[in-house]
């Protein structure tokens, strides 16, 4: 009889005690529903690129894009510059010799990687600097083959004065006057278009400079017109021309001509 009276007392403060947290757990709960941790808390932090200007000089900014391509030093004491693009607008990103082991893997055309940067200005154009590797991170890889091809790696090239028949993958900067004739590949976005002699002139530009690409009255019907908007990311083969007394791109086909996908 002791027993199950003792019993029944345990009981009853179990129940009271259970009884006397219930709100506790009730409130808890409560607060929870009503103030939920967002989920992307880090999304909110992103700085698009379109919004970059030179007024962040030295801030520290997180920014999420692709990379169009990566250009190889071009001199012992330059940097490698990677080139990203978000919504059309393409900003270098600009880093040493000895980070490039560890960013090789990251830092690949077609790849989506966030970086925590710092905003620069050289020679009054606006780039982005890191401090380390561990400051790029893959978002999402390359997924199909037709990506890859139509970006590229970027290797300098020596300067040439006789033509050649094979494209050679090159940075619109390094386009010279003495290159008429030589048939080359270049990456970058639209930044112009007008009508010209029954086709169209397309400005160019990459980190490095600006060129013009005339599509001839041949070519400029095979081209899918709603892509000739600025912004829009591409690459075009084809040979050096010297128009109006400067160096352009004239590509001979409409399929020397591959648009990037944002």
């Known amino acids: ?107 690949k055309p077609t790849y989506v990687v966030r970086a925590t940067v710092t905003v620069s200005v050289y020679r009054d154009r606006l780039e982005l600097q890191i401090k380390n590797p561990d400051a790029v991170t893959v978002i999402s890889p390359a997924s199909t083959g037709a990506e890859s091809n139509q970006v590229a790696v970027v290797s300098p090239t020596p300067a040439a004065t006789t033509p050649s028949s094979t494209p050679v993958a090159t940075v619109i900067g390094k386009i010279k006057a003495d290159w008429a004739d030589r048939v080359v590949t270049i990456t970058g976005t639209i930044s112009g278009v007008e009508p010209a002699d029954k086709g169209q002139r397309l400005s160019v530009q990459d980190a490095t400079g600006e060129i013009t690409v005339v599509l001839g009255e041949s070519i400029a019907p095979g081209v899918v017109a709603a892509n000739l908007v600025a912004g829009q990311a591409l690459t075009v083969t084809g040979p050096v021309k010297i128009v109006d007394g400067k160096p352009s791109l004239v590509p001979d086909a409409a399929g020397a001509i591959k648009f990037i996908s944002q």
């Open 1 to 107: 009889m002791r027993g199950s009276i003792r019993l029944n007392s345990l009981n009853s403060a179990t129940n009271t005690q259970l009884l006397w947290r219930l709100p506790i757990f009730v409130g808890l709960l409560c607060t929870n529903l009503m103030n939920p941790r967002p989920a992307c808390a880090a999304d909110a932090s992103l700085t698009p690129i379109t919004a970059i200007t030179k007024s962040m000089q030295n801030h520290e900014i997180t920014v999420e894009a692709s990379v169009l391509q990566v250009r190889e030093p071009t001199a012992d004491r330059a940097p490698y510059v990677a080139t990203l693009s978000q919504n059309g607008v393409s900003l270098p990103l600009v880093y040493w010799r000895d980070m490039q082991p560890a960013l090789a893997p990251k830092l």
